[in-house]
């Protein structure tokens, strides 16, 4: 279950990217699947586990912060993103306690971006993911 700080640091970025995005902006939605892990983790049971994301999948997860909070179109993370991105992947570290971890972009139609942040706990099987989606409208 995700703890009252990640909730409001989820419900924070939705709101500045209501600001920033008067006709659109961000919304996300929150999984968790009990004993589900293994159908629908999107990568095999037995594949060797990652507790990270890589460099490159977090400055692409910064890359969707950033454009939610109003850069759209940008093709670089910034500090700030960087930073939330981060905090965000400890804060579901902390509350969730994943033992694997992968990140899904979503084809960038020109007009919406989101990512899926994808998360399965092996001692009970059981499956987490963080949809984020915005768009300009």
């Given at each position: 279950?995700?703890?009252?700080?990640?909730v409001?640091?989820?419900?924070?970025l939705?709101e500045r990217?209501?600001?920033?995005?008067?006709e659109?902006?961000?919304i996300?939605?929150?999984?968790?699947?009990?004993?589900?892990?293994?159908?629908?983790?999107?990568r095999?049971?037995?594949?060797?586990?990652?507790?990270?994301?890589?460099?490159?999948?977090?400055?692409?997860?910064?890359?969707?912060?950033r454009?939610?909070?109003?850069e759209?179109a940008?093709?670089?993370?910034?500090?700030?993103?960087m930073?939330?991105?981060n905090?965000?992947?400890?804060?579901?570290?902390?509350?969730?306690?994943?033992?694997?971890?992968?990140?899904?972009?979503?084809?960038?139609?020109?007009?919406?971006?989101?990512?899926?942040?994808?998360?399965?706990?092996?001692?009970?099987n059981?499956?987490?993911s963080?949809?984020?989606w915005?768009?300009?409208?």
């Amino acid at each position: 279950m995700l703890s009252a700080t990640t909730v409001q640091m989820l419900e924070e970025l939705a709101e500045r990217s209501h600001l920033a995005y008067s006709e659109g902006g961000c919304i996300y939605t929150y999984t968790e699947a009990a004993r589900q892990a293994h159908s629908l983790f999107p990568r095999k049971w037995g594949e060797p586990a990652t507790m990270s994301l890589t460099a490159l999948e977090r400055t692409r997860l910064a890359i969707v912060i950033r454009e939610t909070l109003g850069e759209y179109a940008c093709s670089e993370a910034n500090a700030d993103s960087m930073v939330f991105s981060n905090d965000l992947l400890q804060q579901l570290q902390s509350d969730l306690e994943f033992t694997d971890i992968v990140l899904v972009l979503d084809d960038h139609d020109g007009y919406c971006w989101g990512a899926t942040i994808h998360m399965k706990r092996e001692t009970d099987n059981r499956y987490f993911s963080l949809y984020l989606w915005g768009s300009i409208d």
